[in-house]
């Protein structure tokens, strides 16, 4: 900035109140216990202004793929944004991505440590016997192991400090994926980092998720009875070995699938 010409004491006089100003803020930030204070000027866009992290939906994406992208549950952006149904989604929508950051993907899928049957809920008895009867109860639903044989190789939960919405059930490719109880395909096809996917709308407000599939049997639209294959085992989308991710959720918040499971 250059400070001669005739404005050269009215330029300096604001300098000297902005030094001035800074300088008080510097001392008060001492006072409440600050170990350090830099003054300098704002630069547009950063501190101040909105940092809040949106997202347009484009034709093909729902809260799925769209949460997995930005590593944040897609219940967490439906309840941000209000939204009821998850699976309906207008192109062009704006959504708000709570925590929203785009670099932060989730991590890629792992094997986990296997356990020896994935029949145990490890102390859960009670609260599974109560879950599966108000399942059964309200919606008349009693959900099947989606695989005949498999080994429990991750939780739900979280893992490695991200939400992990399902189980994931080890197989080797081509195994069979029957659906966990009858009802209405609402997805079948990619859904990003879930690869091949098929998700299955159950009375009651319930769903089941089957993701990372090599081949899908089904089409959206379409009913399909319990027990009946509706896939087979891959991985496709984030996964570093064969296996299925399995996801079962109630009125859109993902719930722990051991839970529900004989």
């Not at 932060?104 to 020896?116: E, F």
């Not at 990003?192 to 993701?211: E, F, W």
Request: charged residues 25%.
């Amino acid at each position: 900035m250059r400070f001669c010409g005739p404005d050269r004491p009215e330029r300096m006089a604001r300098l000297t109140r902005g030094a001035a100003l800074a300088g008080i803020a510097c001392l008060g930030f001492t006072i409440l216990g600050g170990t350090a204070c830099t003054w300098r000027p704002e630069p547009r866009g950063s501190a101040g202004s909105d940092s809040r992290t949106y997202h347009t939906v484009k034709p093909g994406e729902n809260l799925y793929r769209i949460g997995k992208d930005y590593g944040v549950s897609s219940d967490a952006i439906a309840r941000a944004n209000s939204i009821r149904d998850v699976t309906e989604l207008r192109v062009g929508q704006r959504l708000y991505i709570p925590r929203g950051n785009r670099a932060g993907l989730p991590p890629a899928q792992s094997r986990g440590s296997a356990t020896n049957t994935p029949r145990s809920t490890r102390g859960n008895d009670a609260l599974k016997k109560r879950v599966r009867a108000e399942a059964k109860r309200n919606a008349k639903l009693n959900f099947m192991w989606p695989l005949s044989r498999t080994k429990l190789t991750s939780r739900f939960g979280r893992r490695n400090g991200q939400p992990h919405e399902g189980i994931d059930l080890s197989a080797p490719k081509g195994t069979t994926i029957r659906a966990a109880e009858s009802g209405k395909v609402i997805h079948s096809g990619r859904l990003g980092a879930y690869g091949l996917v098929v998700i299955v709308k159950h009375a009651g407000n319930y769903r089941s998720v089957y993701a990372h599939a090599r081949k899908l049997f089904v089409r959206k639209g379409q009913f399909v009875e319990k027990a009946q294959k509706i896939a087979e085992v891959g991985m496709t989308g984030r996964t570093t070995g064969p296996h299925l991710h399995f996801e079962i959720r109630r009125k859109e918040v993902p719930k722990d699938p051991l839970l529900y499971l004989p």
